[in-house]
Nanobody, 122 residues
Framework: VQLQASGGGLVQAGGSLRLSCEAARQTFTMYNMGWFRQAPGKEREFVAA????????YYADSVKGRFTISRDNGKNTVYLQMNSLNPEDTAVYYC????????????????WGQGTQVTVSS
């Protein structure tokens, strides 16, 4: 499945952004989806994940209470609403998909989008 992430940009600390990831495939509803991020000089890290049926969500401790993952299966799109952003959230954000697992580790996902840059200024 091909994934196209968008919605990144430059925002001040305390601000919000909503990332979108659209899948170019009708079977999107069968995929569990995740968001990861990679800051300069750091390893890629898990942010959030959602099951194909929307009933299961996972969040990294660093974003709990600030970020919300959701999906619209009719639009083949998964979202990441990011509130109360801080400079530590600056990274390239990637969406990922997998048929079998709702993973929190990047090797658990078979398909990846190209990434969208989020920069939070202090």
């Amino acid at each position: 499945v091909q994934l196209q992430a968008s919605g990144g940009g430059l925002v001040q600390a305390g601000g919000s952004l909503r990332l979108s990831c659209e899948a170019a495939r009708q079977t999107f509803t069968m995929y569990n989806m995740g968001w990861f991020r990679q800051a300069p000089g750091k390893e890629r890290e898990f942010v959030a994940a959602i099951s194909w049926h929307r009933s299961i969500t996972y969040y990294a401790d660093s974003v709990k209470g600030r970020f919300t993952i959701s999906r619209d299966n009719g639009k083949n799109t998964v979202y990441l609403q990011m509130n109360s952003l801080n400079p530590e959230d600056t990274a390239v954000y990637y969406c990922a998909a997998d048929r079998l697992r709702i993973g929190t580790r990047d090797f658990e996902y078979d398909y990846w989008g190209q990434g969208t840059q989020v920069t939070v200024s202090s």
